[in-house]
């Protein structure tokens, strides 16, 4: 049987709750270990910015692919 795009709906909720816990988790281990970037040359930001936004959709992304494989056929 087909899947409706409706199935999916939940799976893309949790992966954006998800990736909203992760960043606020890791913002104090990344400011912790000194995993940040920070302003000069051409990057303009204001301060100090944790690089964990490729970590935390990394692992949102296996997280919802591996619960969506075992729940949805």
Known sequence: MFNTLIDYIPYGFFAG?????????????????????????????AGNIPLIGG????????TTFFAASKTIP
Do not use: E, N, W
């Open 17 to 45: 709750v998800l990736t909203l816990v992760l960043a606020m988790i890791l913002q104090p281990i990344a400011r912790f270990i000194g995993l940040m970037d920070s302003p000069g040359g051409r990057k303009k930001h």
């Open 55 to 62: 970590i935390c959709l990394y692992i949102t992304f296996a």
